[in-house]
């Protein structure tokens, strides 16, 4: 199964793949961005490109940045050293709100703490500096 942070040949495909991992049809697709559902159908059977703000809409209702739709659209270049998959987390950590931003801080700092070493009896080793 590909996922988003794997290049794919063409936009149709990954458009049909991250469909796919997200259990979507496009027509639930044209529900969440309220476009037609033609425009992805079309899309899909590489009848036409997307335009940006079809990929705009894209990103938002897949929660991914734009410049990940981009890039599998084509529209910018593939960053060679990019790691899409932090870029991904990276902006859904900046769409949660003010007041879910210390759980998922808690969240990743206990599995930060799980990959510290254990001394012999039994506590966390906490890192120097």
Same mark, same amino acid.
């Given at each position: 199964?590909?996922? $988003?942070?794997?290049?794919?040949? *063409? =936009? $149709?495909? /990954?458009?049909? @793949? !991250?469909?796919? @991992?997200? *259990?979507?049809?496009?027509?639930?697709?044209?529900?969440?961005?309220?476009?037609?559902? #033609?425009? =992805? $159908?079309?899309?899909?059977?590489?009848?036409?490109?997307?335009? @940006?703000?079809?990929?705009?809409?894209?990103?938002?209702?897949?929660?991914?940045?734009?410049?990940?739709? =981009?890039?599998?659209? #084509?529209?910018?270049?593939?960053?060679?050293?990019?790691?899409? /998959?932090? !870029?991904?987390? $990276?902006? %859904?950590?900046?769409?949660?709100?003010? *007041? %879910?931003?210390?759980?998922?801080? %808690?969240?990743?700092?206990?599995?930060?703490? !799980? *990959?510290?070493?254990?001394?012999?009896? #039994?506590?966390?080793?906490?890192?120097? #500096?």
């Amino acid at each position: 199964m590909l996922t $988003s942070h794997q290049m794919t040949t *063409d =936009f $149709s495909e /990954w458009l049909q @793949n !991250e469909l796919a @991992n997200r *259990d979507m049809t496009p027509a639930d697709l044209a529900r969440i961005t309220k476009k037609d559902q #033609g425009i =992805f $159908s079309r899309v899909i059977r590489r009848e036409r490109n997307p335009d @940006n703000e079809t990929l705009r809409a894209i990103a938002r209702a897949f929660k991914l940045p734009v410049e990940i739709v =981009f890039r599998a659209a #084509g529209v910018l270049d593939a960053k060679p050293d990019a790691d899409e /998959w932090i !870029e991904e987390q $990276s902006h %859904k950590m900046s769409l949660l709100t003010a *007041d %879910k931003r210390p759980i998922a801080e %808690k969240l990743l700092n206990a599995l930060l703490e !799980e *990959d510290k070493p254990v001394s012999k009896v #039994g506590k966390r080793i906490k890192a120097k #500096g």
